[in-house]
């Protein structure tokens, strides 16, 4: 099991900590309910270290992505930031990523835990055939802390000397927070106003008592994955192991918005020009139920009694206060206000296909 | 930590015996490994139960679990109280977050059942 920098702060918090993708994360501090609520109200403080950090350098380091990826990895500007996926020849997700670009020729990408490995190995061989981009996998030298909720500016602003104001979402710059060199973003995986920092391991412990100290004033709440995913489904963030996989392609899971097909050849875009033009047989959709109970993962869905789907992302919504979940469907269940029924332990329950977010009071 | 007077069972359900009545919840150790109750699925009230029996379901914000009767017999009442406030059962698991109330048919069921300390040795064992 593999340890981020930050665990003995966890440990000295009194988190509940579970294995999760090869690591010892923290599940929760105080209660998945109370950070939850924290975030949504105030500022949660986030260990997300588990996650893989690849940097690719060099004048081809823009080809290799615009082969990998399925985003218009060429217009991405210094300074930006891709939400992406990267599939294999059959159009499948090897893994949801974030690209950045914070010089003229250095990217890089923020991959799952699950998946950081994979990752890499994957932009290695995708380079192989590439003169002038050397790929660098910083995941042990660097750590990463999510500072997430409507006053995380608040917070933030004191430390650092860039302009807040002015770092628009999914924006990233090379500054200093707390005098500890870094790149800070303004994106996560809240549906909050809220940053990223990606910064040196040895010194993130110090960084992240700085945060829990001065972000006391603003009801800051150290949160664990327990809440990390309960705020992730409330916007309809789909996640890589449930959501998707490598037997899904992104239209599949209605990732559509992630994929140009016009911008060149990329990895598995034949499949996804043909599932365009052909429809695809599944769909990823969300719903929420329409009485009392929690929808989990592996569970049926169904209409007028018949199997039609499976539940891949499940639980009970803090905010909404009801179940919510998304799940693959045959596609011609997936139109919004469907009527649909989740097999919850032998009980059908009534529940209606939705637009994502179902939270649409976050102010990322 | 582990109240006197209560009757424990090896799934961490508690039954506090008045008369013929078991009054039914789950221990501290339970809600504690749960997290955030965000929902109960519980029985009807006039339903014949076995012992051993999964009566009802808890829902967390991390998973769902089963609850098991460790007695036989009818329900009698559920807590209404949950359904409005499901977190009294981490708040108050001995308490207001009891679950169901059951008239037992043998009461004599309730004496295999683990008294505190035992229950107390139970949960060291299994923690190591």
């Known amino acids: 099991m593999k340890r981020t920098p930050l665990y003995d702060e966890h440990k000295k918090l009194g988190a509940k900590i579970v294995p999760f993708a090869g690591w010892e994360m923290p599940l929760s501090y105080t209660g998945v309910l109370e950070e939850h609520r924290a975030t949504r109200s105030a500022v949660g403080l986030f260990d997300v270290s588990h996650m893989g950090r690849i940097e690719l350098t060099g004048p081809a380091a823009v080809e290799l992505l615009n082969r990998v990826a399925t985003s218009p990895a060429k217009k991405l500007a210094v300074g930006g930031m891709q939400y992406a996926l990267a599939c294999n020849e059959q159009g499948g997700v090897l893994d949801d990523i974030m690209i950045y670009r914070f010089d003229e020729r250095r990217y890089f990408v923020c991959a799952n835990a699950s998946n950081a490995e994979k990752i890499d190995q994957w932009l290695r061989k995708q380079a192989a055939g590439l003169s002038g981009v050397d790929v660098t996998d910083r995941s042990a030298e660097l750590a990463q802390i999510a500072v997430q909720g409507p006053r995380s500016r608040e917070l933030m602003k004191p430390l650092t000397a860039v302009d807040l104001d002015r770092l628009k979402l999914r924006h990233c710059i090379e500054t200093k927070v707390a005098g500890v060199p870094m790149l800070l973003s303004r994106s996560g995986y809240t549906g909050e106003l809220g940053y990223e920092l990606y910064l040196p391991a040895d010194r993130t412990p110090g960084v992240w008592e700085t945060l829990l100290h001065e972000g006391a004033t603003y009801g800051l709440k150290p949160c664990g994955l327990g809440c990390r995913d309960t705020l992730r489904l409330e916007m309809g963030y789909p996640l890589y192991g449930n959501d998707m996989d490598e037997t899904a392609t992104p239209l599949e899971a209605s990732l559509d918005f992630a994929v140009d097909l016009a911008k060149g050849d990329f990895i598995g875009r034949e499949v996804m020009r043909r599932q365009k033009e052909d429809g695809v047989s599944r769909k990823l959709i969300g719903f929420e139920l329409l009485r009392q109970g929690v929808p989990r993962h592996g569970h049926a869905i169904l209409c007028d009694g018949k199997e039609i789907g499976v539940v891949t992302s499940g639980n009970h919504s803090p905010s909404l206060n009801k179940g919510i979940g998304m799940g693959y469907v045959q596609t011609r269940f997936a139109e919004v206000g469907g009527k649909i029924q989740i097999d919850i332990r032998g009980n059908a329950v009534p529940a209606l296909v939705v637009e994502r977010p179902f939270y649409k009071k976050g102010k990322a | ?109 309730a004496k295999h059942l683990m008294d505190a300390r035992q229950y107390g040795a139970y949960l060291k064992e299994k923690a190591d």
């Open chain 2, 1 to 109: 930590m582990i109240p006197e007077g209560l009757r424990y069972h090896t799934e961490h359900e508690w039954i506090r015996q008045e008369n013929q009545t078991a009054v039914l919840g789950i221990t501290h150790f339970a809600q504690d490994a749960l997290g955030d109750v965000v929902y109960l699925e519980l029985p009807k009230v006039g339903v014949e139960v076995r012992s051993g029996q999964e009566i009802g379901e808890v829902e967390s914000t991390k998973t769902t679990s089963p609850v098991y009767t460790p007695v036989s017999g009818k329900i009698m009442a559920v807590n209404e109280e949950l359904k409005e406030k499901p977190e009294l059962v981490n708040q108050d698991p001995y308490g207001r977050g009891w679950i169901v109330k059951i008239q037992m048919s043998d009461p004599s069921e």
